[in-house]
């Protein structure tokens, strides 16, 4: 069974730093591509961003592109969010998710495994 733990969230100032940690167990994390996404109060969850199985290409949104820098650790079965230069439009809940595919997908219905998901928030 595939479990996916995030860690990370927290309350940070307007221009601060967070890095959200996604733990993938239960499976071959190199054979899952993985991807971020979100869920503002009120609003529908939005991609953020997404990296291949290999880590080897990376697609953003374009509201976060620049700031935010998906990366992954095969050998630690863990990817990461480093996310610079917070806005408070950036707060939200921050979702894991994982499917068995190389390639990227911007598609929340691509994802078959997700995480139960770590709140951030930015205040001004």
């Known amino acids: 069974q595939v479990s996916l733990v995030e860690s990370g969230g927290g309350l940070v100032q307007a221009g601060g730093s967070l890095r959200l940690s996604c733990v993938l167990s239960?499976?071959?994390?190199?054979?899952?591509?993985m991807a971020w996404f979100r869920q503002a109060p009120g609003k529908e969850r939005e991609f953020v961003a997404a990296?291949?199985?290999?880590?080897?290409?990376?697609e953003y949104a374009n509201s976060v592109k620049g700031r935010f820098i998906i990366s992954r650790d095969n050998a630690k079965n863990t990817q990461y969010l480093q996310m610079n230069s917070l806005k408070p439009e950036d707060t939200a809940v921050y979702y894991c998710?994982?499917?068995?595919?190389?390639?990227?997908?911007?598609?929340?219905?691509?994802?078959?495994?997700w995480g139960q998901g770590t709140q951030v928030t930015v205040s001004s």
């Open positions: 998710a994982g499917r068995i595919a190389f390639f990227i997908a911007t598609r929340e219905e691509s994802y078959g495994y």
């Open positions: 239960g499976r071959t994390f190199s054979n899952f591509g």
């Open positions: 990296i291949t199985s290999l880590g080897d290409t990376t």
